[in-house]
C-alpha cells in the first residue's frame, strides 16, 4: 500500500556529513508521521529522529544537535542531514511512517548502509 525507498547512504570519514532521502511510493505526509531508525549489527533497533506532518520534530539524545530530519510534502520525500558523524553512527538506517488516524499502519523502508570509519 505504502513503499518508502531510502538512499543516501554510503562510506564517510569521521566528522564529515551526509544527506539520507526517503521516498514514499504516494502522497502520504499528510497522514503520517515520518521517522528515521537505525540498526547496527547485533543491536535492537532504534529511534533516531521524527518529524510530524505539521513539522514537528524529536530526536535522539544521541544525535540531537547534530542531524536534521525535514520533509517535502511535494516530493512526499523526507531527509535525514546527519553532520560530524561519529564512528558509533554507523548502521542501517530505515525509513518510517506511521499513520496518525485509524487503522494505525506502519511502514518500514529497506535501509541505506551508513558506515562512519577512517
Known amino acids: 500500500q505504502v513503499q518508502l525507498v531510502e538512499s543516501g547512504g554510503g562510506l564517510v570519514q569521521p566528522g564529515g556529513s551526509l544527506r539520507l532521502s526517503c521516498a514514499a511510493s504516494g502522497s502520504i505526509f499528510n497522514i503520517y508521521t515520518m521517522g528515521w531508525y537505525r540498526q547496527a549489527p547485533g543491536k535492537q533497533r532504534e529511534l533516531v529522529a521524527i518529524?510530524?506532518?505539521?513539522?514537528?520534530?524529536n530526536y535522539a539524545d544521541s544525535v540531537k544537535g547534530r542531524f536534521t530530519i525535514s520533509r517535502d510534502n511535494a516530493k512526499n520525500t523526507v531527509y535525514l542531514q546527519m553532520n560530524s558523524l561519529k564512528t558509533e553512527d554507523t548502521a542501517v538506517y530505515y525509513c518510517n511512517a506511521r499513520r496518525v488516524t485509524f487503522p494505525t499502519l506502519v511502514y518500514w523502508g529497506q535501509g541505506t548502509q551508513v558506515t562512519v570509519s577512517s
Open positions: 518529524i510530524t506532518s505539521g513539522g514537528s520534530t
